[in-house]
Every structure is written in C-alpha cells, then in structure tokens.
C-alpha cells in the first residue's frame, strides 16, 4: 500500500474503534508485519507525519501576564480605590500598607495558577521512557516517544504500556488499569475483538498508553500515539473544562461590587446636597466625602479572607490534607454532594478474600488488604484455621498457584505481581501457612501461565518424598468443567455437585465479589512437562474464593458524618455495577437498590440526567466523560459538588468540580495536579475533617464581616448626620483610617483562630446563593451601627458640653469607637451563643493579645506627642477613660439583650 494512502487511513481510523477490528486489519491498514514490523523508511516517514509520540504542549499565558491578571478582581479593585483615596490624603504609609496586601494576594493567586497546564504536564509524564518494538526484523529499545502507528510493540511485566496497541499474541498478559478505568483488578487481556459497545474497562483487545503491565507478556500494533491515544483524548478533555470559582469568591465578587456601587451613589449625593442646600466649600466638602469613603470601605477585610483561609489551610495540614488554593476551604463549607471514586479512594485499591466456599462450608475471611492480619469466620464466629483441614489444603493450593510476592511489615504491605495473586498470598499468611517454607517444600517444576483464552492457571509441584501434584486456579465456570470430584473435609474425594457449587458462585458474586475457583489433581513422580492435557480433566475442586477490594473502615464513619451533616455521597467508578453496589452498602450510602452504568449515561439527555444524579447515588462502568457529565449536572441542578479520585480518568471531573480532591499517596499526578486539595493519608475521613473545617472557616468570615460592617457603618453615619445637619465632624478622615487599618484590622483578625461552634455538623449545608448580606447580617449591621453611631456622636457632643476642644472631642469620639469595637469583638466570637459565659469572657490567645496590642497602640495614640501632630489627638483624663469603657460594657449588654430576645422569637 503506497505511503500516502497509508497516512491518510492512519488519521482517519479513530484508534476508539480498533477494539472490534481484526487485528489481521490492523496490520493491513497500517502496512506493518507482525513478525518484521515496520521498515526503516517508514518509520521515518510516520514520524514526520504523525510528529512524535507525546502530549502537545499547551499554550500558556507568560509570567508577566499572569501575575497582571490577578489584579482582575473586584476586590482588588475596591483596595486599589482605598489606596488612592488614603494617597489623596497623604498617608503614603497607609497607602503602602494596602498596596502590600493587593501584592500578597496577587503573588499567592499567581503561585497558584496554571492548574490545568500543571495536569496536562503531569498526564505527559505517564508516558513510557522506553519501548520494545520489532523493526526491520530486528527487536531492539527505543525511546517511547519514536514510536509510530504501525509499530509492533513488546511488553511485559513492569513496563508501562507505551502507546494505543492493538493485541496480536498475549501470554497470562494483564494490565492494571485502575489509573484510566477506576477498576480495582488487573484486565486479563487477548488478541480476540470485543463488541463495538465494549465500555473502556472490558477492551480487552486493546492495551492502553499510561497504564502497567503487572503480569505477564504481549505483543501489540501500535493504533494510536501521542495526543491521539485514550491518554490524549483525557489530556484533551482537561484542557476544554472550565474550572468554577468557589461559592464565597462569588459572592464577594457581588459584594464587593454593590457596597462599591453604594458608597458611590452615597458619596454623590452627599457632594451634590453640600454644594446645593448647604453653606459648604467645594474643598471641606470635598475631603468629607473622602472620609465618607475612607469610612465605608472595610479595607481590612480581604486581608482578613486571606489570612482566614489560611489560618484554615495551615489546620488542614494537620489534618493530612494539603490545600493547593486558599478558597477552596471554605468552599468545602457549602459542599452538598461528594462524588467519589471507588477504587483506591472509598477503598484501599487492594484486592482481599472476604469468603471461601468449601463444599459444606463458606467461611467468612477478616482483614483487609495485603496485610496477612486477619482471620476466619464460621457462621460469625470466629474459628481456627487449623481445625478445618480442607481450608488449608485449600489457601495451600492458592498459594502455590501464584507467582506473585507479598513485602512490607506492619500495615504497610505491598504486593510484587497480580493483585489478586497477592490477596491469595494473604490468604495463606491467615491460614498460617509460610508462603516461603511452603515453596521451598513443594518447588515448581511447570507452569502454564494464565491465558484469557483459556481462563485458567495451572502449576505442577513436586515435593521431596517424589510426590507430585498440580494445581489449578481460574474462573468457576471455566474449572467446574475440568472438574470430576470435590474434596471432602476428611481428605477424601466424592463426585462433584455441580449445582451446590453454581450456587456457592452465584451467592459470592451477588456479594459484589469476583469469583476464583481452586482445584488440584496427583500425578506421577516423573512428571516433569505440564501441558493442557494434563489438566482438561478429572480435577478435584478445592473450594471458591471470592475477592473484593474492601472499602476504608474509617470511611465508613466519615460517609456516615457527611450524611448527617446534610451532604450526600455518590459513588462514580469504573468497575463492575455488582461490585460498586456491594461496596455501597457496606459503606451506608443511600440509594444503593439502583445502579446507573454508562451505557444509561449514554442513553440521558441533560435533563433526565438530572433527575436521575439527584436521585441515585452509585454509578458503575463510567467513563472521564461521564464523571464530567455527573458532575456538570449535579451542578445545574443547584449543587455544590466535591469530587474525589485518584485517577487520570478522574482529572477532567475533578478540574470541574466546585472542588476537587485528589488522593495523595496512591493518586496519580494528573489527579493531583487537577485538584484543589490534596489527602496526604488517602483518607475519605479527612474530608468530612475538612467539611468541618471549612464551615468553620466560613462562620469566621460571616463573624470578619459582621464585625467590621457594623463599624464602617458607625463611622459612615456619623460622617452623614454631621454633613446633612452642618455639624462639626465627629471624627476626621485620617482619624477613621487609623481606627480602620489598625485596631478594626487586629480585632478582626482574632476572629480567624475562633474554633467550630456546637453543631457546625449537624446543620444542612448553607445554599450557594445565600448572600453574604443575609437577614441576620442585615439586621446586626443595621442595629450594631445605629449603636456605635450613638455612641460616637453621644460621647463627641457630651464632651464638647463639658467644654472640651473640638481635638479633645474627636479624641474622645475615637477612643470610643476602639473601645465600642473591643466589647463588640466579645459579642460578635458568638454569633448562636451567649456570650456572657466564663468562657466567652475569658477570650482566647488571639484575642487577649490583639487587645492588649490595640490598647497600647490607642495610648499611644491619645497621649504620643508625635501622634499629635500626625492626628490632631489630645490626652485625655482618668475619668474620661472609665466614661468611655462604660460605654462598651453597656454596648455589650445591649448586645446580649437582643440576641436573647431573637433566640426567643426563633424559638417560637
């Protein structure tokens, strides 16, 4: 076939179609032979036209640019237009001050960004440094970015599958998958096509760029390389997601908005009135607008987001989870639905035997993963391995039918070869059997490996009395029919009932655990050469084993946590839907009597989509795009959505969640990179941790603010009732902002370290919408600034009655107004709480330290010589002093009055 043609068939064959095509066709449209492979020639010439096998580099934006972008924020805004008005007024250092917190920001937001470019980089290096291929004729080593399509691929045990092959000869070949498909057990794998409906978990025809081969040897065409293969495709689908913003960006992006559209429309119309109706110069009138603003504007208060979001990553980093960007704490406060991943996330991605069946007994197995600690169990009681002869016999079987190798100590084992072989190794170990010793005693003198064809393993022992003896193990359906006897508990064998045991199977399955039959058969001494003769039949079946990956028990509690708190959890994997479901229900999650696989994802249009992701909550055999589609429409159903996983098919979803979670140990780096959070310790627990964490965090800012707007409203009306009457400012510009950037700031910040209130888990999530100026917070500001107004301008006239100056008045008015804001600070740590406990008056650390910083910076203040002239301050007496802390005691009580009084209406 000339080269032109070949190219063009090459680009238009979509390498998702080569699992239901012939491998014969395969080598036929490429123009490669399964023994030689591909010329030199051609090699050359795919190469230059198909480019080199890797992921394209996306095109980022510039350094520069990047950092420029992150001052695009309304909030930012909002601080830049502070920074002008104190800049207006002179106070180059207070102007500095804010102009060092929008650069804070701005450096934090430019070290975070780049998410998705990091993922696509992270998927990049999931590709294959080496290859094997056959060209020419000859085999030899390439690097895994020269492979082309055509190119005829080796691969064994260890190696990661280097490109999109098409199996033409495979030995007991199986390939771990979990990174692409979610599903928990290596994929048998053979040369024969598949349906054209095949999910991507049952290719089993293909194997797949990025993933490894734990067992094993194949040999495959290369159908698809680079941006073109599986990998590619999810590379691809990363990039086209649009990532959200958090629930509290959003709505301080509407907040910040309105109070800057408010003040503006406030600052105007106050001009306009002084220069109209009342006897105002342009330039007095001018400067108390300016105070107006400087008055309103809480300029403290991203200061206070940032350091309260961080103040709640640092707790999380106790907590094992590493938070990768700072709103994405507190958007875990707002979390209604969790979507999780099964393999590796809700469970521990280690394949156990949870259940032998004998033939009159099925023993229920304790423990979970590789670690051989654990036991058996009869009828829920647990019994010695040793009393039961046919169990061991039984696990002894399992154990030299494998290859594979257990290492580690303590909890943390590791398995060298098949999981499942691994899990049989385990079992052993629980019997008491020494897989070591065991070898040792029965050497193995041949094997026939597992082959998908064939679905069986057999080995052939000898030990060192001359006796002999084969083992077989595979799937049920395939060694019932190899088999003639069943061993009985006394070592002897009666005639099979194959009944009895399609029911054991049927029974094991239904418990969403994959099912492996154990068989044996004696031989000769002499025996040396295994062949499939010897083991077609006439076997004696040992029993059944079923094995599942087990989930977390500590996930089971923190499901359980999640649930009472009002937040659902659904299950999105890629494995089986019987093995999801059984999963589902040891974990406790709600729905589990329905199941939706991809193929009904397929069958949805958006809106029975939905409805049914409302409704159900365990989805099996799904592919990247369904996660992404689960989540998309969990979203537009209103929504607030965390999703967890570990793999690569997890990333586009975890990119587009509201928050995603990434698992840390185990997780691939794509996940990782996609994600906004990271579980150092591969706990789900820790997400019902952060779940707490983040309304903590959330119920602190909701405090920052009601704390700071109350007193920018009390200095606001002030300013507006001295202009509107044509009274003598109570308190000048530079005076508010020396309240605001410095005791408002430090008295704000304590509110950061302020622990979970009672029953932060058992309220419902708050809805995305709530406002951030809800009723309550309306209503507090609203009382709380009538209050500090009256107490500004109550203490400004009384002192002026007295027959103090105008400096002496204001520097009372201020005083005032830092006192009023210390006892505020007291009310405010408890929103739903009294306050007027020995707790609450006790304070904490923060809060002790804070006031005995913003005292002694108010006594410098009032009695500084420098500060005099700076602002225009007067000392003032002892008695003045008590007048004015009398006034925050009664600020106080006030408080607490009505704070009961609205518990009471509540209640009622």
Known sequence: MPQAKIDAEIKTSPPSEWHHRSFAEALAVFGSNAETGLANDDVHQRRSSCGPNRLPEPRRQGPLLRFLLQFHNVLIYVLLAAAGTTAVLGHWVDTGVILAVVVVNAVIGFVQEGKAEQALAAIRDMLAPKATVVRAGRRQTIAGEDIVPGDIVIVEAGDRVPADLRLLEVRGLKIQEAALTGESVAVDKAPDAVSPSAPLGDRQSLAFSGTMVAAGQGKGIAVATGAATELGRVSGLIAEVQPTTTPLIRQMAVFAKWLTLTILAISAAILLFGLTLADYSFSDLFMAVVGLSVAAIPEGLPAILTVTLAIGVQGMAQRHAIVRRLPAIEALGSVSVICSDKTGTLTKNEMTVASVATAKRLFAVSGSGYAPHGGFLLDGADIAAADYPLLI??????????????????????????????????????????????????????????????????????????????????????????????????????????????????????????????????????????????????????????LIDPPREEAVAAVAQCRAAGIQVKMITGDHAGTARAIARQLGLGNTDTVLQGTDIDALDGDALCRQATQVDVFARTSPEHKLRLVEALQHSGAV?????????????????????????KGTEAAKE?????????????????????????????????????????????????????????????????????????????????????????????????????????????????????????????AQTQGASVEEARTIAVNTLVVMEIFYLFSVRYLNNPSLTLRGIAGTRPVLIAISAVTALQFLFTYAPFMEAFFDTRPLSLQEGLQIVAVGVALLLVLEFEKQMRHRLVSH
């Open 674 to 798: 996609a994600a906004e959070i990271v579980l150092a310790d591969d706990n789900f627990a820790t997400i019902a941790a952060a779940v707490n964490a983040g309304r903590t965090v959330y119920d602190n800012l909701k405090k920052a603010i009601v704390f700071l707007l109350p007193v920018n409203g009390g200095e606001s009306l002030s300013l507006i009732i001295a202009i509107l009457l044509g009274l003598t400012l109570p308190i000048t510009p530079v005076q508010i902002l020396w309240v605001n950037m410095v005791s408002s700031v430090v008295l704000a910040m304590t509110l950061a370290f302020e622990q979970s209130e009672r029953g932060v888990m058992q309220r419902p999530p708050r809805r995305p919408d709530e406002p951030i100026l809800s009723h309550f917070v309306v209503w507090r500001v609203a009382l709380v600034s009538a209050l500090f107004c009256g107490g500004i301008f109550g203490k400004f006239a009384f």
């Open 393 to 546: 016999d039984l696990s002894r079987g399992a154990l030299l039918c494998s290859e594979a190798e257990l290492s580690g100590h303590d909890e943390e084992w590791t398995v060298i070869g098949d999981p499942m072989e691994g899990a049989l190794l385990t079992l052993a170990h629980k019997a008491g059997l020494d897989p070591t010793f065991e070898r040792r005693a029965n050497p193995q003198t041949d094997a026939i490996p597992f082959d998908a064809q064939h679905r069986f393993m057999a080995s052939l022992h000898h030990d060192h009395t001359g006796e002999a003896a084969i083992y077989v193990k595979g799937a049920p359906e395939r060694l019932l029919q190899m088999c003639a006897h069943q061993r009985r508990e006394d070592h002897s064998d009666e005639p099979i009932d194959l009944d009895h045991w399609h029911a054991q199977a049927h029974a094991v399955a239904d418990r969403g655990q994959r099912v492996l039959a154990i068989a044996t058969k004696k031989t000769r001494g002499d025996h040396q050469a295994l062949v499939f003769d010897d083991v077609e039949d006439n076997l004696t079946l040992l029993g059944l084993v079923g």
């Open 641 to 665: 959505v965390a999703m967890t996983g570990d793999g690569v098919n997890d990333a586009p979803a975890l990119k587009r969640a509201d928050i995603g979670i990434a698992m840390g140990r």
